[in-house]
């Protein structure tokens, strides 16, 4: 109904318009013409056209505006609001004394160019920054009113999560947002898109695999999870790195970093940015086998010693099987005898149940 209100206003306006039109004439030209009602008729037909065809265009872009603020999280449309007050009381404030001015009426026309000018640019470079410092614009505000929106239930808590690109690419991002192991809202910021998409454009296969890969598996958690993941807009010109600018993100926001990068996730901590690794939770998730524990593993190959043969567990797992070197290419049952964790991941030592018994 809206939809047909706005088109059906910009058509009767500009049929009026165009019936009116031709007062607007010369009166030697209009006394030339013969029958002046259909004039007035013909451009109120002409002006009923193009005021469709705008208005039409005026309401696209309306829904298209309408979808794009329903998609933003509430203290994104408070701070950009509060953004676009402040630049335009800058504006104010700053082009006042150009009204002052003894400019000639010739160049009258300056004053309102420079005022509609310094309005929009001072506008958006409120919002900009309020996307920038939302949360610390509304703390600065008014101390509680993060606090009050999160009670209230219109703003999600703290535990809002920030996404590395590592951990788009790695995957495994998709099965914990299906499992429910992962709540809360996930953040992608803009230049993480922007790196998703030099790592799709590499001239390396790989690397472009990879690419097209975390684009593909971020769109179905996008489609999939609509409330949930949010792209923001947020940048900083003035950092260099992807990773320095995910911590200091991270660290306006009050959010916690999902990667998989050890080495990010390091400085991160140092920064006291709360951070989850995912490594770190498939890590603990394993199953811890103990000594004397039995296990079916299929030999792949030999280990660096002679006698080793190397097999590995479902979850990845490396299993270093003692007198294994026999049994390659086939399935044996071994008996743990202990397990080392490294860094890198989590090593089990073993036996063949044969030897192990012997």
Known sequence: ???????????????????????????????????VHAL???FAVFGAI????????????????????????????????????????????????????????????????????????????????ADTHGRGLLRLLNPNTVETLVVEGTLKPASTKVLDTSC?????IETLLETGFLEGLI???????????????????????RGRRGLEILNRVKAAYSDRIVINPADYDDIATVDAKLVRFAQEINATLLTNDYNLSKVASVQKVPVLNVNDLVNAV???????DNIDLKILKEGKEPSQGIGYLDDGT???????SPYVGGEVRVVVTSSLQTSAGRMIFAKPQASALA
């Open 1 to 35: 109904m809206l939809d047909a209100i706005i088109i059906l206003s910009f058509i009767l306006a500009a049929a009026g318009v165009g019936f009116y039109s031709p007062e607007l004439l010369p009166i030697d030209t209009l006394s030339r013409v013969s029958n």
């Open 40 to 42: 007035r008729f013909v």
């Open 50 to 129: 193009i005021g469709g065809a705008v208005g039409l265009s005026f309401q696209i872009g309306y829904r298209r505006l309408e979808s794009q603020v329903r998609e933003l999280p509430l203290e994104v449309i408070l701070t950009r609001a509060i953004g676009l007050v402040i630049g335009l009381l800058i504006a104010n404030l700053m082009l006042a004394p150009l009204f002052l001015l003894p400019i000639p009426a010739d160049f009258g026309f300056i004053k309102p160019l420079v005022a509609v000018t310094g309005s929009i640019i001072l506008s958006y470079t409120g919002m900009n920054l």
């Open 168 to 172: 788009i690419i790695d995957g495994r």
């Open 187 to 209: 953040i992608v910021p803009q230049f993480i898109l922007q790196e998703l998409q030099q790592v799709a454009d590499a001239s390396k296969d790989q690397k472009r695999v």
């Open 286 to 292: 394993r199953p811890n086998y103990l000594p004397g």
């Open 318 to 324: 490396m299993v270093v099987v003692e007198e294994g």
